[in-house]
């Protein structure tokens, strides 16, 4: 290899293909390990490192105890800020991010569908929408690949819920799957140029992700003219021969399962041919060379990337992206010189981020009441609890020793030892190496003392079989009858659960013992535990607040969930706030009419107390700066920026996923049925007048805007795109955010409609940042495919010719103007 005069090397990637023996390619499609490709030495290949995403660049630790790293907003966040500028500088800063822990390919972004709203992983997706969810993946892959780190983009496709996620077949129809859920993959390959895609553990209408020769090949290569990578999620590839003839180019994690060997005799038995192979390994080459690795040994150590920039991007992004759902007579932003009780389960907790493989160890943590303090001074901010939310007892915090034996009966010497701060292990990679994951031990060591006395109890869940003993004596059985439940990735069992009397001030001794199982668990190599205590709460805790409520100016609760509920591995059980948050709140707005309640969940919730409170701010999971971020939109510093993403039902049952027939959700027999084809979110409640608590694309702000009339390029479709103009003035004193949103109605007679189409789509959107006085112009383009639907039988877009609406709004149910165009023939294009 030579250098060329950007000091990059110059790669032949046909010469290192003729030198690289078969042994060698085929070792290439495979990890090496859980986040690295195999290297090739002879040849200067070097290993290729990967890191999580979506909200943060994790590195190869565990999920919260790695090298720490900056926790951006979840992705729904950022869907809530409709703001692809935003987007792209979260990437660029992920970009660096990424490069700090040595990682070259960052596992993000997340583009699939809100479809039900209780997909575990619906924190980690943008939108219900293909269109704001593909601009937002645009603009954020440009961010990571402008800055020389590839995206991943996933989970390709239909992957839009957890429960029995690694067998689960989404049956979808092909129009469906056209219109909804592969658009924001066409788009990153069309308009961002993706280096890598990972396909999800699902089956689609009956044949795995990593072998569906239709999607990846047919469609993303020959259709879209895609021209890198496919990877599997983790342990989701299921075949050989058939995963690399569909064209799966890389299995992860390794060692491998499928690749090596096995694909070895199936190129012997003629069953993959060595030119399927080499096009394979080529697309990886090609990443490698996209991403600079030619020029490094490898990857490089991991360091803590924690810059004032990063901070302040972090907190400015979770202000973009909160949604101001109620506030009556104006009542937000607070004036700072009010005092305020801080109250619910996430005022003294920072809730930053979802769980999962989304998970990671912040540098940093600020909580709301932190957060409040600062803004309103410690005199005037005071705080109780009040209820619980948590799924999981609060984990185990203190001087934990872990000691790791070999063999699965803690036999011998301890081979290593390590301290730890909290007991929540997720062992991706063991601290020892040569240790078999199939045959360990751990023996878990440490104190609890109690700050009062009273009823507390314990919660162990483990990956691997465990028991938990109290000064001695037996406290949890989690070995006798195990068996899977919803942790640890659907792989855990269901927490066990003991309750203890404990004495305030009294030291008590904690031993754990695990032993991990004896085999893989359906292929996917999890070892985990986990092991919480807490004091149980009652009518007491309420009180308290109800009565610290009534005695300040101001109570802001602090509800929603956590990521122990919103979770991969998981779907949610309902749309109800855990626990006892519902009274709470009804509690503490009846005793002070000045209540305010901050929203932190992956999603909506049912909300039978809105009409009590005086404001509602959905704040999601924002990243590190949590609790200032808050605080910033409380007393206006900052405005809130966003608008919904996703519809809020008022009720589970209106959602379009649910129907009478449990196989359109949560599914059943193994097969999860899309019923409702097209009409997802928005869609289905304009299309079937079903009321919603607060319609996709809602959100208030501190200022008011007048909007000037629509100006279309012209008044008829052509073959080129038609721009439409919106002139839009702050009227306001304060500086605020307007979402201009442009949807698109077929106004043609039933006559001439050959399918269902909804009764409006989203095409365009344009965010104006305002000061007061100030005007800006809206600016939108649509082409003649967005009038488009997909004819299955013809294997076109077709627009027929008519009259069509583009139809301005604020939100799915606030239109502000209506304005006509003409398709004078039928416009088509093929698939």
């Known amino acids: 290899m030579s250098t060329n005069h950007n000091g990059k090397k110059n790669v032949d990637i046909d010469a290192l293909l003729d030198d690289l023996t078969l042994d060698e390619q085929v070792a290439l499609m495979a990890g090496a390990d859980f986040w690295t490709t195999v290297p090739v030495e002879r040849l200067g290949i070097p290993a290729v490192k990967v890191s999580d995403g979506p909200n943060g660049a994790r590195g190869a630790g565990g999920l919260t105890n790695g090298t720490p790293a900056s926790a ?85 496709v239909a992957n ?31 308009k961002a140029g993706v280096w890598a895609v990972m396909t999800g553990y699902n089956r ?34 299921n075949s050989t021969a058939a995963s690399v003839n569909a064209g799966h180019d890389l299995e992860m994690p390794g060692p491998t399962r499928f690749r090596g060997a096995q694909l070895l005799a199936a190129v012997e038995a003629g069953e993959v041919e060595p030119e399927t192979i080499r096009a394979s390994v080529r697309r990886l080459l090609v990443l490698f060379e996209r991403v600079g690795a030619f020029d490094s040994d490898g990857p490089e150590s991991e360091t803590t990337r924690d810059e004032p920039e990063t901070r302040a991007l972090i907190r400015r992004l979770g202000a973009d992206g909160a949604v101001l759902l109620k506030n009556e007579d104006h009542f937000l932003p607070l004036s700072k010189d009010v005092s305020v009780a801080a109250l619910g389960p996430n005022a003294a ?58 063999g699965r009966k803690l036999e011998g010497k301890a081979i290593h030892t390590q301290k730890e701060t909290e007991l929540n292990c997720f062992w991706f990679d063991l601290p020892v190496p040569g240790f078999n994951q199939n045959d360990f ?41 195990w068996e899977k439940g919803m942790n640890f990735f659907g792989l855990a069992n269901d927490e066990r659960r003991a309750d203890v009397q404990l004495e305030a001030g009294r030291t008590y001794n904690i031993v754990l013992e695990y032993a991990s199982p004896g ?74 009419p000045n209540t305010v309640v901050v929203l932190q969940t992956g999603g909506p919730v049912e909300m039978p107390w809105l009409d009590k409170v005086k404001a509602v701010l959905q704040f999601w999971y924002p990243g590190q700066e949590v ?103 702050n009227t306001g004193a304060r500086e605020g955010a307007e979402v201009v949103q442009l949807y698109v109605r077929p106004d043609l007679m039933d006559d001439d409609v050959a ?31 967005d009038l488009a639907y997909f004819d299955v039988e013809r294997q076109r877009w077709l627009a027929p010719a008519g009259r069509y609406e583009i139809v301005l709004a604020v939100s799915a149910t606030d239109i502000r103007e209506r304005v006509s165009v003409t398709l004078k023939s039928e416009w088509s294009e093929p698939a």
């Not at 709203?117 to 704001?132: A, I, V």
């Not at 440009?142 to 020389?148: M, R, V």
């Not at 709460?537 to 802001?556: K, M, P, S, T, Y």
């Not at 609760?557 to 309902?574: C, I, M």
């Open 204 to 237: 689609l209408n009956g044949t795995h992700m990593d072998a569906h020769k239709w999607a990846m090949t047919d469609v993303m290569r020959g259709q879209f003219g895609y021209d890198g990578i496919f990877m599997s999620d983790w342990f989701g590839t």
């Open 755 to 785: 399918v269902a189409r909804p009764e409006k789509e989203l095409r365009a959107f344009a965010r104006l940042a305002l000061k007061p006085g100030e005007t800006q112009i809206a600016e939108m383009n649509i082409a003649p495919r």
């Open 72 to 156: 951006f907003p979840c992705a729904i966040a950022l869907g809530a800020s409709w703001n692809p500028d935003a987007a792209y500088e979260m990437g660029t800063a992920l970009a660096a991010e990424a490069r700090s822990k040595g990682a070259r390919v960052l596992l993000a972004p997340t583009v699939n569908i809100h479809r039900s709203g209780l997909n575990g992983r619906n924190f980690e997706c943008y939108s219900e929408d293909p269109t704001l969810t593909a601009m937002l993946a645009v603009a954020y892959i440009k961010g990571l690949q402008d800055h020389g780190v590839g995206a991943t983009i996933k989970h390709f």
């Open 349 to 406: 907790i920072s809730r930053l981020m979802g769980g999962g493989s989304a998970q990671i160890n912040a540098p940093y943590r600020v909580t709301p009441v932190e957060g409040l303090k600062a803004a309103f001074g410690d005199n005037r901010v005071s705080q109780e609890k009040g209820c619980s939310n948590n799924r999981l007892m609060q984990v185990w915090q203190g001087d934990i020793e872990l000691s790791f034996f070999h």
């Open 627 to 729: 609790g200032y971020a808050i605080a910033d939109v409380l007393t206006g510093e900052a405005y809130p920026g966003g608008r919904l993403p996703q519809t809020f039902p008022v009720s589970m049952k209106d959602n379009s996923a649910w129907t009478a027939d449990a196989l359109s959700y949560p599914g059943k027999d193994g097969h999860v049925r899309y019923d409702e084809g097209v009409f997802v979110g928005y869609r289905h409640h304009d299309s079937n007048n079903v009321p919603v608590l607060f319609p996709f694309g809602f959100g208030l702000g501190y200022t008011t805007f007048a909007w000037e009339t629509a100006t279309l390029s012209s008044d008829v479709m052509g073959e080129s795109d038609l721009k439409v103009t919106v002139p839009i003035s």
């Open 441 to 481: 031990s751990v023996r878990a060591e440490g104190t609890f003392t109690p700050r009062e006395s009273g009823t507390y109890c314990a919660g162990m869940t483990n990956a691997g079989l465990a028991r938990a003993y109290l000064d001695g004596e037996l406290l949890i059985d989690g070995e006798t009858d």
């Open 160 to 190: 839009d819920s957890e429960i029995e996620r690694q067998t689960i077949s989404s049956d979808v129809d092909e129009r469906t799957l056209r219109e909804i859920y592969l658009p924001p993959f066409e788009a990153a390959v069309k």
């Open 519 to 592: 085999d893989a668990d359906d292929g996917i190599t999890v070892r985990a535990l986990r092991f919480g205590i807490e004091k149980t709460l009652g009518e007491q805790e309420i009180d308290a607040a109800v009565r610290l409520a009534a005695e300040q100016d101001v109570a802001i609760l602090y509800v929603g969930r956590q990521e122990e509920w919103d979770s991969e591995g998981h779907d949610l059980p309902h749309m109800t706030l855990p626990g006892s948050q519902n009274e709470l709140i009804e509690k503490v707005a009846t005793a002070n």
